[in-house]
């Protein structure tokens, strides 16, 4: 058990023995939400070479172990329509002057919200600017939400009541976040339907270090595991959108995609959106438009933010002063992204990285 490098806020729990027992307990069907950020970190804990995509290994050693698979980048899918709409409709009333439809639920710029360490950061340092926080929760919240009400009903039939729905993420804020007491969604939609049940939507977090060990404890090797595709689970499918939110720019080119194509009626000419990709601490890109709806031309600002101990002040402070050029701006806590999260294996630069880290990082 460790803490993040990058300081994102945790939780001490190490609930890796707890998912073991769940896992053998008969009555309980344990829903493994697999963040995109695993999948290309987790090989690397059973010898394999650092990088190597294994989302149907991993689905079938996960399988072996017990677990019902939910891909969280179908969530991350989710994620994308609710922000990239919210997004949408504040662009068209405030940007380009058209009536306001329905509920507009913040001013530009639109902040990404899906990194609990960010939104932690942004509640204790920054709480003038909570309004520019996108409304939507962030993919693991809605997976958790999903599972323990569509998928309880249409793909896992079970009670959720019965569901132990566990995140596998890159991530040790996660564990935080999924404890959060507004995290419980499911439990109240089933209240409105007469159910009795109080429970969190995500039951616990587990990282891809601790799945490694999790399933090196039951004896099972990512390695020699069977590849599985699930194709027939709603729930396991996803598209490039969901999958690049690991990276950092991830959110923000799935989001622009959207915009660009609900604005303008066409798709982008090249869907891979470049200036928002690459590792420099704040990366900016401007993508013009014009509205299919009423000819109007708008040019759209973004930035994107990853480290925030580094590179985050200088573009909050612009926004508290009403003079942020942006009109969306993605902020991902650890340097890289989700890929490079504090619950990832810990040497992917070789022993150099480590010996360099160990003072700082005790548990390297
Ligand atoms: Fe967690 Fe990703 Fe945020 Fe890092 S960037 S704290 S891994 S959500």
Redesign the pocket.
């Known amino acids: 058990l460790v803490n ?1 490098p ?1 300081g ?1 806020p945790q939780d001490t729990v190490d609930s890796v023995d707890a998912v073991i027992a769940k896992l053998k307990d008969s009555r309980a069907t344990v829903v493994g939400v697999i963040a995109p950020a695993v999948r290309v970190a987790i090989g690397e804990e059973f010898g394999l070479e650092p990088g190597t995509l294994a989302t149907e290994k991993l689905y079938g050693a996960m399988q072996q172990a017990g677990f019902k698979i939910f891909d969280n980048n179908f969530a991350a899918d989710q994620c994308i329509m609710e922000e990239g709409s919210e997004l949408i409709a504040k662009i068209r009333h405030f940007a380009l002057g058209e009536p306001a439809h329905g509920h507009l639920l913040g001013p530009l710029p639109q902040f990404t919200s ?5 939104v932690r950061h942004a509640e204790l340092s920054y709480p003038d600017i909570l309004p520019h926080l996108s409304s939507a929760k962030s993919p693991q919240q809605m997976a958790g939400a999903l599972a323990k009400t569509y998928g309880a009903n249409t793909v896992f039939r079970v009670s959720p009541e019965n569901m132990y729905v566990v995140g596998v993420m ?2 040790t ?2 564990k935080f976040e999924a404890s959060r007491p507004e995290f419980g969604s499911a439990a109240l939609y089933w209240r409105k339907q007469g159910a009795t049940g109080n429970y969190p939507d995500v039951d616990t977090v587990i990282t891809t270090r601790d799945l490694a060990r999790l399933l090196k404890k039951m004896n099972i090797s990512l390695a020699t595991a069977p590849g599985v595709a699930d194709a027939d689970n709603p729930l396991a499918r996803y598209s490039g959108a969901g999958t690049i939110f690991g990276n950092t720019g991830g959110v923000m080119e799935a989001a622009l995609r959207t915009a660009y194509f609900v604005i303008t009626g066409r798709e982008l000419a090249t869907l891979e959106f470049t200036p928002v990709r690459g590792l420099k601490g704040v990366k900016e890109a401007s993508v013009a438009m014009k509205d299919v709806k009423t000819g109007r031309e708008i040019v759209l600002k973004v930035a994107v933010v990853h480290g925030i101990k580094e590179n985050l002040a200088p573009v909050v402070a612009a926004v508290a002063a009403g003079t942020s050029p942006y009109h969306f701006i993605e902020v ?3 340097p890289g ?2 890929v490079n ?2 619950g990832q294996p810990i040497n992917p630069m070789g022993t150099s990285w480590i010996d360099k880290f160990k003072v700082v990082l005790p548990w390297a």
Do not use: I
């Open positions: 993040c990058f994102a899906c990194c609990p360490a960010w890159p991530c804020a996660k991902m806590n650890c992204g989700c999260g504090g």
